[in-house]
């Protein structure tokens, strides 16, 4: 599965515990908005990590997953960052209250 498959999977159950069924179309279109797209690519790669916990690694969407959110948009890491556990409910209440899988149909 592809890095772009698991953010959509990410936006799609948000958007079921927010009432909403957005089409695929909708959810591919709010991928292109960078910050949704780093949201949803952090959240997409905390779920990456989990699975490596029980042995289900994907190193390749791993890697895919932490430059949406770690690196900009040249690929550049961002100076300073640091993978943090509270960065994961900051970036799902984000997407939660901006509701892009909306603004994208």
């Known amino acids: 599965m592809?890095?772009?498959d698991l953010s959509k999977q990410v936006l799609a159950e948000l958007a079921r515990l927010d009432g909403d069924a957005p089409a695929p179309e909708a959810l591919k279109a709010a991928l292109r908005m960078p910050a949704t797209r780093a949201d949803a690519g952090l959240l997409a790669y905390g779920r990456e990590l989990l699975r490596r916990v029980e042995g289900k690694s994907r190193d390749e969407v791993s890697l895919a997953l932490w430059r949406?959110?770690?690196?900009?948009?040249h690929g550049a890491p961002l100076k300073g960052f640091e993978?943090?556990?509270?960065?994961f409910p900051v970036a799902?209440?984000?997407?939660?209250?901006?509701?892009?899988w909306l603004d994208a149909a």
Request: glycine share 0%; with cysteine.
């Open 83 to 87: 993978l943090k556990l509270e960065l």
């Open 68 to 73: 949406r959110f770690a690196c900009d948009e």
């Open 2 to 4: 592809r890095a772009t």
């Open 92 to 100: 799902e209440r984000r997407l939660l209250e901006r509701r892009p």
